[in-house]
T-cell receptor, first 113, second 113 residues
Framework: LAKTTQPISMDSYEGQEVNITCSHNNIATNDYITWYQQFPSQGPRFIIQGYKTKVTNEVASLFIPADRKSSTLSLPRVSLSDTAVYYC??????????????FGTGTRLLVSP | DGGITQSPKYLFRKEGQNVTLSCEQNLNHDAMYWYRQDPGQGLRLIYY???????QKGDIAEGYSVSREKKESFPLTVTSAQKNPTAFYLC????????????FGEGSRLTVL
């Protein structure tokens, strides 16, 4: 299983762009990279998923370099409501399903006024 | 709206008692999962089921039991054999394989008195 490493915590201010980087040096060929957001006392919520290059949706962008050994979640112009824990997960969801995905401790993002 | 419903949201139990947490989904997903989350920690997989009438142990199945008699339902019983049951329990569902996301419920917080 691909192990991921991400910062324990990050601080930012409203209106800034936040980039959270996740390291996954032993990512396998069939692995996808997925990011989730979790607020206190709630279930995680899917943010974005990618395999290579760049993926963008209405809330975030995911940058994946050619070697795929890391990925960066980019949150544009954060607000106080973006204060949450962000999880980076790597796994072969296409062939083995979702049960192999590992939720580590994530990155605790604190957005201040 | 489609989604996952967990109940109860809060539950108190005396030591030595079994308790069952409910999880229902109307997303027509084949796969369902139970996770446990302790304060400041990530999610740990308890049990998962990829199809009706079949389920598999996750990483921390001891002291827990599940059933999957219907596609929509995946109840979790926390038995008296679980040594430290106080935690936040999360249910999720997904397609069996493929890209995409795990859909989570709002969670059930169990406190053993």
């Amino acid at each position: 299983l691909a192990k991921t490493t991400q910062p324990i915590s990050m601080d930012s201010y409203e209106g800034q762009e936040v980039n959270i980087t996740c390291s996954h040096n032993n990512i396998a060929t069939n692995d996808y990279i997925t990011w989730y957001q979790q607020f206190p006392s709630q279930g995680p919520r899917f943010i974005i998923q990618g395999y290579k290059t760049k993926v963008t949706n209405e809330v975030a962008s995911l940058f994946i370099p050619a070697d795929r050994k890391s990925s960066t979640l980019s949150l544009p112009r954060v607000s106080l409501s973006d204060t949450a824990v962000y999880y980076c997960l790597v796994g072969d969801v296409v062939n083995t399903g979702f049960q192999k995905l590992v939720f580590g401790t994530g990155t605790r993002l604190l957005v201040s006024p | 709206d489609g989604g996952i419903t967990q109940s109860p949201k809060y539950l108190f139990r005396k030591e030595g008692q079994n308790v069952t947490l409910s999880c229902e989904q109307n997303l027509n997903h084949d796969a369902m999962y139970w996770y446990r989350q302790d304060p400041g920690q990530g999610l740990r997989l308890i049990y998962y089921s990829q199809i009706v009438n079949d389920f598999q142990k996750g990483d921390i199945a001891e002291g827990y039991s599940v059933s999957r008699e219907k596609k929509e339902s995946f109840p979790l019983t926390v038995t008296s054999a679980q040594k430290n049951p106080t935690a936040f329990y999360l249910c999720a569902s997904s397609t069996r394989r493929g890209t995409g996301e795990l859909f989570f419920g709002e969670g059930s917080r169990l406190t053993v008195l």
